[in-house]
């Protein structure tokens, strides 16, 4: 298992990235979540995931868990990227 920080959670199209801890971000899914929804992920919390290819072949992050405690900073997008 990978461990990083949540970059940013778009809830409004399920979409999100990872920065792992030494490597480069990886993009997730909301159906990547385990045991923690979507609008309860926040910029910079600590979490545990595996790596994938998806269908396309892109890595992604898959089995995404909540590790540590988690800061009070929401950084959500919207469709454009924009925080909202």
Known sequence: MATGT???????SGKGML??????????DYTALISVG??????????????EPNWEGIATARDIRL????????DLRDEAGDQL
């Open 6 to 12: 949540v970059k940013y959670f778009n809830i409004q």
């Open 19 to 28: 920065t792992q801890d030494g490597g480069a971000d990886v993009p997730f």
């Open 38 to 51: 979507g609008d309860q992920l926040r910029s910079g919390q600590s979490v545990e995931f595996a790596i």
């Open 67 to 74: 590790i540590g405690s988690s800061p009070t900073r929401v």
